[in-house]
C-alpha cells in the first residue's frame, strides 16, 4: 500500500527521474512551453518553479545552484538574462498546465506546460480592437448609397480621359496630314527652283561666248 505518499516515482529510478526532469526544464525556459503528460508536467512543476525563484537574484551562488541541476549553459543564459525579467515581478506561480485530452495508442492524458508571463493571448497583449457596427437597414441604405456614389464618381472621372483620348485622335490625323503636305511644298519649290539653275547655267555660257568672240 502506498497511502500518503505523495511522491511520483514516474516509473523511473531517482537518477533516470532527475535527468529526464533536467532536460524538460531547459527546454520549457529556451522554448517557453512543452507537451508532455500530466503526471510528467506536475512533477516538472515543482522542479523547475524553484529554480525559477533562484534566478530573480542574480548572484554567482545562484547560477552554481542553478547549473548544478540544468547542467546546461545556454539554458542557463536565457534563464537569468531574459526570463528573470520577466517574472522579477511575479511572486510564484511561473507556469500553467493546460490539458489536452489523451493521446491516441495508449490513452495517456495529455498536457501543455508553459510560462506564464510568455503568453500574450491571455496577457491581453497586441489585442486589435474590433470596429462596432450596427446592423439597421438605415446603416445597410446608407452603405449601399455611398459605394453606388463611389462608383459614379469613378465613372465620371473615367469617362474624361476616354473623352481627352477622343481630343487626342483627331489632332494626331491633323498632323498626318500635314506632313504630305509639307513634302510637297518641298518638292514644288524643288522644282521651281531647278529652271532658275538652267536659265543660269545658260546666261554663263552665252557670257562665256560673247568673251571668246571679242578676242
Not at 50 to 66: A, G
Not at 81 to 88: L, R, S
Not at 173 to 202: G, Q, V
Amino acid at each position: 500500500m502506498r497511502h500518503g505518499k505523495k511522491f511520483n516515482h514516474l516509473s523511473r529510478t531517482a537518477s533516470h527521474r532527475n535527468a529526464m526532469l533536467s532536460n524538460m526544464a531547459g527546454s520549457l525556459i529556451l522554448s517557453k512551453r512543452i507537451t508532455t503528460t500530466v503526471a510528467k508536467a506536475k512533477a516538472l512543476r515543482k522542479y523547475v518553479e524553484p529554480l525559477l525563484t533562484k534566478s530573480k537574484e542574480d548572484t554567482t551562488h545562484n547560477r552554481r545552484i542553478v547549473f548544478s541541476s540544468l547542467k546546461n549553459k545556454e539554458v542557463l543564459k536565457e534563464l537569468f538574462d531574459e526570463v528573470a525579467t520577466k517574472i522579477a515581478n511575479r511572486p510564484g506561480g511561473y507556469t500553467r498546465i493546460i490539458k489536452l485530452g489523451s493521446r491516441l495508442g495508449d490513452d495517456a492524458e495529455m498536457a501543455l506546460i508553459e510560462l506564464v508571463d510568455y503568453n500574450e493571448l491571455l496577457l491581453g497583449g497586441e489585442k486589435k480592437e474590433k470596429k462596432t457596427t450596427r446592423r439597421s437597414r438605415r446603416g445597410g441604405s446608407s452603405k449601399s448609397t455611398s459605394a453606388k456614389a463611389e462608383g459614379t464618381a469613378e465613372t465620371k472621372e473615367a469617362t474624361p480621359k476616354k473623352e481627352a483620348k477622343k481630343e487626342d485622335a483627331p489632332k494626331a490625323e491633323a498632323k498626318k496630314e500635314e506632313a504630305p503636305k509639307a513634302e510637297t511644298k518641298k518638292a514644288e519649290a524643288k522644282t521651281e527652283d531647278a529652271p532658275k539653275a538652267e536659265k543660269k547655267e545658260t546666261k554663263s555660257d552665252d557670257k562665256s561666248d560673247e568673251k571668246k568672240g571679242d578676242e
